[in-house]
């Protein structure tokens, strides 16, 4: 692809990234950034295509360190995000059952 | 040999392009952000089986045995590793794949005639080095291997002027020769600076850093694309690069920080001017049965969780305390610091892990005028967050980040280990003043032991 393209689409990308967090709550900042974090573990490509272009050992050993890097980023960012916003989950199932809290708040007022 | 069509290829990676859009946006909202970590799992997914199917590769079983063993490693430990210790394995893998771009950029350096093209290949390499180092060191410190607190030097804004200095001089000299080996001196000179990045950086900021480096990752992955040619990874990276930058200063902002103050402040000098001499002065200490009655006869009681508690473990026990206390018809919050923890959004987790209701938590702006209204605030493990410092000692490291306003409580509380200051290093004058009292311990401990005083009140 020529270079004009790629500096278009780049910029379009900034705006796009700028765009897409504008408005996070605080409570959210951890995940996104951990889920943001998985996502350039797709460098992963980049090593891979590396990897595969390599001609003679030497190189070949340092693409291979670089595809064993990139994965531990994607799959692990991936992995401990979720793991993260599972708690996010969990906690809307209590909030779903909130109205037995106060139900039982009010019975100790009342008595 | 190659399977797809380039056009396919180019599909596949649009396609991945826009789960990684979604995703970002699905994890700005708690109600899609699951979904979101998902489709972004989905679009690399789909990037990867897109690059084996379409390029022409050699070696492919020692790429795939490669990926088993990145993997193999990385998932057991995201999967197990304790909530409280999350940031820094987040520091890890942002850092690692900081690594991988700058190996992919030299690795490229053979292949590439356009200066434009070396010149990316120089920006990666130094990028991806630097965010290499600094997240080993972030790493570090938030694992305790290491001094939480700035780590400053005489004439290290020289050093640091001299490594950027040969790392330009470097990058030019890569630029106009393509020579390996100058790149090599490159990617060391990128993990030096890297190092004296982060070194100066002080304990409670150190999340913000994880944040930029994070950015600085991104940045390194759109520039490894522009060096490829390959879109996909200049449209993530970019992403990540600009989500990231948004990130970095909403968190200083929650800090009242500013991210030029927490890199540079300590090449001024000055931003580790708390009170580090530990006074003497006499404090209330106090009984695990006295907290209790205090707490017990309360009508209202706001509890502050910190980092202390979820060291301890004991966020399960604080859940526990409130139920007890709301059981007597006491009203229990739990009030959130936006940086409770070690990160923006970590209390929350760790609570929410205890079951504690979502109701009962409350952020910072909404708690802060109720203090007036509360007999009792239970501090645990807390300290940096509820320190007037904050609000008062121009020259402390914490000056300007808002705080919870715990001192308008009727009764403060502290259930603390020590008198040792907290993560940014600083005293709390809060300690000393007449209607505070100190319950030292382990805060789960701490926190059983009042419980179980509660329960024969």
């Given at each position: 692809?020529?270079?004009?393209?790629?500096?278009?689409?780049?910029?379009?990308?900034?705006?796009?990234?700028?765009?897409?967090?504008?408005?996070?709550?605080?409570?959210?900042?951890?995940?996104?950034?951990?889920?943001?974090?998985?996502?350039?573990?797709?460098?992963?490509?980049?090593?891979?295509?590396?990897?595969?272009?390599?001609?003679?050992?030497?190189?070949?050993?340092?693409?291979?360190?670089?595809?064993?890097?990139?994965?531990?980023?994607?799959?692990?960012?991936?992995?401990?995000?979720?793991?993260?916003?599972?708690?996010?989950?969990?906690?809307?199932?209590?909030?779903?059952?909130?109205a037995?809290?106060?139900?039982?708040?009010?019975?100790?007022?009342?008595? | 040999?190659?399977?797809?069509?380039?056009?396919?290829t180019?599909?596949?990676?649009?396609?991945?392009?826009?789960?990684?859009?979604?995703?970002?946006?699905?994890?700005?909202?708690?109600?899609?952000?699951?979904?979101?970590?998902?489709?972004?799992?989905?679009?690399?997914?789909?990037?990867?089986?897109?690059?084996?199917?379409?390029?022409?590769?050699?070696?492919?079983?020692?790429?795939?045995?490669?990926?088993?063993?990145?993997?193999?490693?990385?998932?057991?430990?995201?999967?197990?590793?304790?909530?409280?210790q999350?940031?820094?394995?987040?520091?890890?893998?942002?850092?690692?794949?900081g690594?991988?771009?700058?190996?992919?950029?030299?690795?490229?350096?053979?292949?590439?005639?356009?200066?434009?093209?070396?010149?990316?290949?120089?920006?990666?390499?130094?990028?991806?080095?630097?965010?290499?180092?600094?997240?080993?060191?972030?790493?570090?410190?938030?694992?305790?291997?290491?001094?939480?607190?700035?780590?400053?030097?005489?004439?290290?804004?020289?050093?640091?002027?001299?490594?950027?200095?040969?790392?330009?001089?470097?990058?030019?000299?890569?630029?106009l020769?393509?020579?390996?080996?100058?790149?090599?001196?490159?990617?060391?000179?990128?993990?030096?600076?890297?190092?004296?990045?982060?070194?100066?950086?002080?304990?409670?900021?150190?999340?913000?850093?994880?944040?930029?480096?994070?950015?600085?990752?991104?940045?390194?992955?759109?520039?490894?694309?522009?060096?490829?040619?390959?879109?996909?990874?200049?449209?993530?990276?970019t992403?990540?690069?600009?989500?990231?930058?948004?990130?970095?200063?909403?968190?200083?902002?929650?800090?009242?920080?500013?991210?030029?103050?927490?890199?540079?402040?300590?090449?001024?000098?000055?931003?580790?001017?708390?009170?580090?001499?530990?006074?003497?002065?006499?404090?209330?200490?106090?009984?695990?049965?006295?907290?209790?009655v205090?707490?017990g006869?309360?009508?209202?009681?706001?509890?502050?969780?910190?980092?202390?508690?979820?060291?301890?473990?004991?966020?399960?026990?604080?859940?526990?305390?409130?139920?007890?206390?709301?059981?007597?018809g006491?009203?229990?919050?739990f009030?959130?610091?936006?940086?409770?923890?070690?990160?923006?959004?970590?209390m929350?987790?760790?609570?929410?892990?205890?079951?504690?209701?979502?109701?009962?938590?409350?952020?910072?702006?909404?708690?802060?005028?109720?203090?007036?209204?509360a007999?009792?605030?239970?501090?645990?493990?807390?300290?940096?967050?509820?320190?007037?410092?904050a609000?008062?000692?121009?020259?402390?490291?914490?000056?300007?980040?808002?705080?919870?306003?715990?001192a308008?409580?009727?009764?403060?509380?502290?259930?603390?280990?020590?008198?040792?200051?907290?993560?940014?290093?600083?005293?709390?004058?809060?300690?000393?003043?007449?209607?505070?009292?100190?319950?030292?311990?382990?805060?789960?401990?701490?926190l059983?032991?009042v419980?179980?005083?509660?329960?024969?009140?």
């Amino acid at each position: 692809m020529d270079g004009i393209s790629l500096l278009t689409i780049t910029v379009l990308a900034v705006f796009v990234g700028f765009e897409v967090v504008s408005k996070v709550s605080s409570t959210l900042h951890t995940p996104l950034m951990s889920g943001a974090n998985a996502i350039h573990g797709i460098i992963l490509v980049g090593a891979i295509i590396v990897a595969g272009q390599a001609t003679d050992l030497w190189l070949l050993a340092v693409a291979l360190l670089a595809v064993v890097l990139a994965t531990a980023n994607l799959v692990g960012g991936f992995v401990v995000t979720d793991r993260m916003l599972h708690m996010f989950h969990a906690r809307k199932e209590v909030g779903g059952s909130k109205a037995g809290t106060k139900e039982a708040r009010g019975k100790v007022e009342g008595a | 040999m190659t399977l797809l069509d380039p056009v396919w290829t180019s599909l596949l990676y649009l396609a991945a392009a826009v789960c990684f859009i979604l995703a970002l946006r699905g994890l700005s909202s708690p109600r899609t952000a699951r979904r979101g970590n998902l489709i972004g799992a989905l679009g690399a997914l789909i990037a990867v089986v897109a690059v084996f199917l379409s390029a022409r590769l050699e070696n492919i079983p020692w790429i795939l045995g490669a990926i088993a063993v990145g993997a193999a490693v990385a998932a057991p430990v995201a999967r197990r590793v304790k909530m409280t210790q999350m940031p820094q394995l987040v520091a890890l893998f942002n850092g690692v794949g900081g690594g991988a771009a700058a190996l992919v950029a030299l690795l490229e350096l053979g292949h590439a005639d356009d200066p434009w093209v070396r010149l990316a290949i120089v920006f990666t390499l130094l990028v991806g080095a630097v965010s290499f180092a600094g997240s080993g060191v972030t790493f570090a410190k938030l694992q305790e291997l290491m001094t939480t607190r700035p780590v400053v030097f005489p004439g290290l804004p020289v050093v640091m002027t001299a490594v950027l200095l040969a790392a330009v001089a470097a990058g030019v000299a890569v630029i106009l020769t393509g020579s390996s080996a100058l790149a090599v001196v490159l990617l060391v000179l990128g993990l030096a600076a890297g190092i004296l990045l982060v070194l100066p950086v002080g304990g409670a900021d150190v999340p913000i850093v994880i944040s930029l480096l994070n950015a600085f990752t991104g940045l390194a992955v759109a520039a490894s694309g522009l060096v490829l040619g390959n879109v996909l990874l200049v449209v993530a990276g970019t992403l990540v690069g600009a989500s990231g930058t948004i990130l970095t200063r909403a968190m200083a902002a929650a800090m009242g920080r500013s991210v030029a103050g927490i890199l540079f402040g300590a090449f001024r000098g000055g931003s580790t001017a708390g009170s580090t001499a530990v006074s003497e002065r006499p404090v209330r200490s106090s009984s695990a049965e006295d907290v209790a009655v205090l707490l017990g006869y309360a009508q209202r009681v706001i509890i502050v969780p910190g980092y202390g508690l979820a060291v301890a473990q004991g966020q399960h026990t604080a859940a526990e305390l409130a139920q007890a206390l709301e059981a007597r018809g006491i009203d229990v919050d739990f009030a959130i610091h936006p940086v409770a923890g070690r990160m923006p959004g970590h209390m929350n987790v760790l609570l929410a892990e205890a079951n504690v209701p979502y109701e009962s938590l409350k952020e910072m702006g909404e708690i802060n005028p109720e203090f007036k209204t509360a007999d009792v605030a239970l501090v645990v493990g807390a300290n940096d967050v509820v320190n007037p410092a904050a609000k008062t000692s121009s020259g402390s490291p914490i000056y300007g980040m808002p705080i919870l306003e715990v001192a308008d409580a009727r009764q403060v509380v502290f259930l603390k280990r020590s008198m040792r200051p907290g993560f940014a290093g600083i005293e709390n004058e809060l300690l000393y003043q007449p209607q505070t009292s100190l319950l030292f311990g382990d805060a789960k401990d701490s926190l059983a032991q009042v419980l179980g005083a509660v329960k024969t009140l």
